[in-house]
């Protein structure tokens, strides 16, 4: 049973560029969060996706945005992408009802030059 | 917005030592969760706390729920150096709520 998979592993883009990333839940997770995570730092929530539809989402502009997809795959899109935007993104699955625990993906390592 | 704290932010034990991390949010939680996260990874999940004043445990680790439920703490007993990473506790306002991560606890053991 695959856990969360993220791809890719690496990327470098350059500012004013556009980047999406990809996630695929675990196995019996219909729900998926993705969060950023600056080198030192905690995760911090971007939003969250359940039912296909933006349910959640936090401090995070409007550059940011995301997708899910009937399969439960999710993606996040970010746009004009600033130096700033550097950091290792997480995308976790979970189950929506039960308050089960959060999987994490292997992340995304995203350096904007 | 919600706020949740750890201390220490670091701490260096040398193998065989206790350690303790503690977690305060700033409103009252559904859950908490634990995570650990090692070097280069990704945090994985430890054990998830619901009940007022819950303890559960897990070999050489302890988790605590305050009574309250604003509050938790994560106690090894003599630490190995795979205990080594960084400690992450979240909480929930609710159970289909995002997670709120606090600002972690790195730990370093040394032989």
């Known amino acids: 049973d695959a856990g969360v998979t993220q791809s890719p592993t690496h990327l470098i883009k350059t500012r004013g560029q556009q980047v999406t990333l990809r996630c695929s839940p675990k196995s019996g997770h219909d729900t998926v969060s993705w969060y950023q995570q600056a080198l030192g730092q905690g995760p911090q929530f971007i939003f969250q996706?359940?039912?296909?539809?933006?349910?959640q989402r936090g401090n995070f502009p409007d550059r940011f945005s995301g997708h899910q997809f009937p399969n439960y795959s999710s993606e996040l899109n970010v746009n004009a992408l600033l130096l700033g935007d550097s950091a290792l993104y997480l995308c976790?699955?979970?189950?929506?009802?039960?308050?089960?625990?959060?999987?994490f993906g292997q992340g995304t390592r995203l350096t904007v030059v | 917005g919600q706020q949740v704290m750890q201390i220490p932010q670091y701490q260096h034990v040398q193998e065989g030592e206790d350690f303790t991390t503690y977690c305060n949010s700033s409103t009252t939680l559904s859950n908490i969760q634990w995570y650990k996260q090692r070097p280069g990874g990704h945090p994985v999940f430890l054990i998830q706390?619901?009940?007022?004043?819950e303890v559960k445990k897990q070999k050489r680790l302890t988790f605590q729920f305050g009574e309250a439920k604003k509050n938790s703490s994560l106690h090894i007993t003599a630490t190995q150096t795979t205990d080594v990473g960084t400690y992450f506790c979240?909480?929930?306002?609710?159970?289909?709520?995002?997670?709120?991560f606090g600002t972690g606890t790195r730990l370093q053991v040394t032989l």
């Open positions: 979240a909480g929930a306002k609710s159970t289909a709520s995002k997670l709120t």
């Open positions: 996706y359940y039912e296909e539809e933006e349910r």
């Open positions: 706390l619901v009940k007022s004043g």
């Open positions: 976790a699955s979970s189950r929506r009802q039960g308050g089960t625990e959060a999987f």
